[in-house]
């Protein structure tokens, strides 16, 4: 069960992956494909017993900023064009390429080498409580200059926006 | 023994959910007919027989099944077919963590009232219905219509801004109750407190006075958390995108927004998808705010175990289960009521409207609700230790 699961959220995911960079055709259906991906990613999350990482996952990169990227695209209206330029630069075309097909074959090689078995954890593992006590105890410094970077981050948004409009 | 358990609430839960969306339609109609003092739907009739207007849902769904389904031209054909089935998913999924009773022991069997009971219960419900924006969202794209796109741009703009005011509000409920599981959530809420324990514990009452032992409030959390219910109904509103936060389908000024080029069943799936949430959001407010499936100064347990000796521990089970569902439904059709005379009673907001409400007053409203929480926690801690 787990692993036919496995292989069904992973192939989705990377299906989904191709997509993203393979329909020039139309910015939307990228952007979907790139939901799809995300939501693959959330299963696999959830496999591995992360479910909270899981369903963020779900909330934040599927359910709010895809969004935000699909509202940008309907707002300019994009339809067809494409990603401006892409078919111009064979060199950068040929260097992503050859590093695609180079992580690939390091991971292939990886995976060959043994194959993990499914992990065991330990009770409440992946659990909110487990995660907001990790978050809280062991990383709270990370936890804090995170939450000082998004703010800073908020407020530039926040000068930026004001200076166009006056 | 317990996947079967959860087969049978699987079933009566997709049997009771989705009567409901039909009967919604009877209740919203004769709702409003009483509030504008009308009489509302009575045509519809088999054989003469009216029942209240009740057989109009049924003429409603012959006439959507028989619709002619359109597609226009230059749609994303794809898109256009599965949009409403994404809108409409979520809603009937978001019902799996909501327990409409407790844990019940009889004959052998062990019966969870709850088809999912996640240690994440709350989050899995956002979660879900932050994918429903899509189903909206797309509609109004693949429909190859300037009027859909607009509402397209408006929904996609509502459901993001007040998603964030949606997780922040209920933060402070969770603070005090420690716990996303809804049915730890149910559980709790069963306790009760003495309004006026504090009196005897600094020393001005005499300790086991009669009146400060009778006066006890139950823990429910819109006792506990008053404002922070009345932000989570105001954003769950909005997020279900009916009036008065229909702005993305303004029949006035963008004729229906993002669901223009649907007919027949996929436009009513997008009615069902509504009035689904209608019932999910009072089921989750009813789980969160209002004591679940307990009745108010009843604790479970203490009940069974007195019900035991006269009826039987299965029969005091049984007993119990039943009463459970009932209370859980009835905390739910107020809800549903109240939900509706908002919707008839208040006019569309306008656009910045909606969106000051949601970043202006919802969001800094809940920020402050979190500290005032969190002091609130520790000057209780502080005193009771």
Not at chain 1, 11 to 34: D, M
Not at chain 2, 325 to 338: A, E, G
């Given at each position: 069960?787990?692993?036919?699961?496995?292989?069904?959220?992973?192939?989705?995911?990377?299906?989904?992956?191709?997509?993203?960079?393979?329909?020039?055709?139309?910015?939307?259906?990228?952007?979907?494909?790139?939901?799809?991906?995300?939501?693959?990613?959330?299963?696999?999350?959830?496999?591995?017993?992360?479910?909270?990482?899981?369903?963020?996952?779900?909330?934040?990169?599927?359910?709010?900023?895809?969004?935000?990227?699909?509202?940008?695209?309907?707002?300019?209206?994009?339809?067809?064009?494409?990603?401006?330029?892409a078919e111009s630069q064979p060199i950068a075309k040929a260097i992503g390429a050859l590093v695609a097909v180079a992580a690939t074959l390091w991971l292939a090689r990886t995976l060959a080498a043994g194959r993990a078995p499914w992990p065991d954890v330990e009770e409440g593992f992946g659990t909110t409580r487990a995660i907001g006590e990790a978050l809280y105890t062991d990383y709270v410094l990370s936890v804090q200059v995170a939450g000082v970077l998004l703010l800073a981050g908020i407020v530039a948004a926040v000068v930026l926006a004001k200076k166009k409009i006056d | 023994m317990a996947t079967s358990t959860v087969w049978v609430s699987i079933f009566l839960f997709a049997l009771v959910l989705l009567a409901f969306a039909p009967i919604m339609t009877w209740v919203e109609r004769k709702q409003s007919a009483l509030m504008q003092d009308r009489i509302g739907a009575n045509r519809a009739s088999i054989l003469g027989f009216k029942a209240l207007g009740l057989i109009h849902p049924l003429?409603?769904?012959?006439?959507?099944?028989?619709?002619?389904?359109?597609?226009?031209?230059?749609?994303?054909?794809?898109?256009?077919?599965?949009?409403?089935?994404?809108?409409?998913?979520?809603?009937?999924?978001?019902?799996?963590?909501?327990?409409?009773?407790?844990?019940?022991?009889?004959?052998?069997?062990?019966?969870?009232?709850?088809?999912?009971?996640?240690?994440?219960?709350?989050?899995?419900?956002?979660?879900?219905?932050?994918?429903?924006?899509?189903?909206?969202?797309?509609?109004?794209?693949?429909?190859?219509?300037?009027?859909?796109?607009?509402?397209?741009?408006?929904?996609?703009?509502?459901?993001?801004?007040?998603?964030?005011?949606?997780?922040?509000?209920?933060?402070?409920?969770?603070?005090?109750?420690?716990?996303?599981?809804?049915?730890?959530?149910?559980?709790?809420?069963?306790?009760?407190f003495r309004l006026f324990g504090f009196l005897e514990h600094f020393g001005w009452v005499e300790a086991g006075t009669k009146w400060i032992e009778w006066i006890t409030i139950p823990m429910w959390g819109i006792v506990l958390q008053p404002l922070p219910f009345f932000m989570f109904l105001t954003a769950l509103m909005a997020e279900n995108k009916r009036a008065p936060f229909d702005t993305p389908e303004g029949e006035s000024e963008i004729v229906a927004g993002y669901f223009i080029e649907y007919s027949g069943m996929k436009f009513g799936l997008y009615m069902m998808g509504e009035w689904i949430e209608v019932v999910v959001i009072a089921a989750l407010l009813t789980a969160m705010f209002l004591g679940g499936w307990s009745l108010p100064w009843v604790n479970e347990a203490n009940m069974i175990a007195s019900w035991t000796p006269v009826l039987g521990e299965n029969m005091a089970n049984l007993a119990a289960m039943?009463?459970?569902?009932?209370?859980?439904?009835?905390?739910?059709?107020?809800?549903?009521?109240?939900?509706m005379l908002i919707r008839w009673s208040m006019p569309r907001f306008r656009y910045d409207q909606v969106m000051n409400l949601g970043w202006k007053i919802l969001l800094p409203l809940s920020l402050a609700n979190i500290v005032i929480t969190a002091l609130g926690i520790l000057i209780v801690q502080g005193v009771t230790s």
């Open positions: 069960m787990r692993t036919a699961l496995f292989w069904i959220f992973s192939i989705a995911a990377v299906a989904s992956a191709l997509g993203v960079v393979g329909s020039l055709r139309s910015p939307i259906n990228s952007a979907l494909s790139l939901v799809v991906s995300m939501l693959a990613l959330a299963g696999l999350y959830v496999l591995l017993e992360a479910q909270f990482v899981g369903l963020i996952q779900v909330m934040v990169y599927a359910g709010a900023i895809v969004v935000l990227f699909l509202f940008v695209i309907m707002l300019l209206n994009l339809r067809g064009s494409g990603a401006a330029g | 003429a409603d769904v012959i006439k959507m099944i028989t619709k002619e389904d359109t597609i226009p031209t230059g749609a994303h054909r794809f898109l256009h077919f599965v949009s409403p089935f994404i809108a409409v998913a979520p809603a009937i999924i978001s019902f799996a963590v909501i327990p409409y009773g407790g844990t019940y022991e009889m004959w052998g069997a062990h019966v969870p009232l709850v088809v999912a009971d996640l240690d994440y219960g709350v989050l899995f419900v956002f979660a879900i219905g932050s994918i429903a924006t899509y189903g909206s969202m797309l509609a109004g794209w693949a429909g190859n219509n300037n009027f859909g796109m607009l509402g397209s741009i408006r929904v996609s703009a509502q459901m993001i801004s007040y998603e964030v005011a949606l997780g922040i509000t209920v933060v402070g409920l969770f603070m005090i109750f420690g716990t996303l599981r809804l049915t730890d959530l149910g559980v709790m809420q069963q306790e009760t039943v009463l459970a569902v009932h209370v859980f439904l009835f905390k739910v059709i107020v809800l549903i009521w109240f939900q």
